[in-house]
């Protein structure tokens, strides 16, 4: 889509029903995964960051790296989890090099 789209989900404990790698294994620690029934992220997606708003903080945890389909019932899509991939992230973004967001929704782009 042209249009930035966006949904909710639902983060889920590695070791749901609904979280699976595609082999019958569970997910790796670098993984996570979210479900929301009939959202999801899609083909085109990938790249794209999960996030987490409490309390009006934006937290990016994950960024879409695969699912089984486009909002299939009862699988969840699947997530790198940003905490695993710290050290390498701090070590090659630029310091202060971040753009203003343009919309009204202002959030962290990495949080600890």
């Avoid at 029934?37 to 794209?48: E, I, W």
């Amino acid at each position: 889509s042209e249009i930035l789209l966006r949904t909710s989900l639902t983060v889920l404990e590695s070791t749901h029903a609904y979280c699976f790698d595609g082999h019958n294994r569970s997910l790796p620690d670098s993984k996570l995964c979210a479900y929301g029934l009939n959202h999801d992220a899609c083909f085109g997606d990938s790249g794209g960051p999960l996030i987490v708003e409490e309390n009006g903080r934006c937290t990016v945890v994950g960024v879409v790296s695969y699912g089984f389909g486009c909002s299939t019932q009862f699988v969840a899509g699947v997530y790198t989890r940003v905490t695993e991939f710290m050290d390498w992230i701090k070590g090659h973004a630029a310091v202060g090099g971040c753009m203003e967001p343009k919309s009204s929704l202002k959030c962290d782009l990495l949080v600890q």
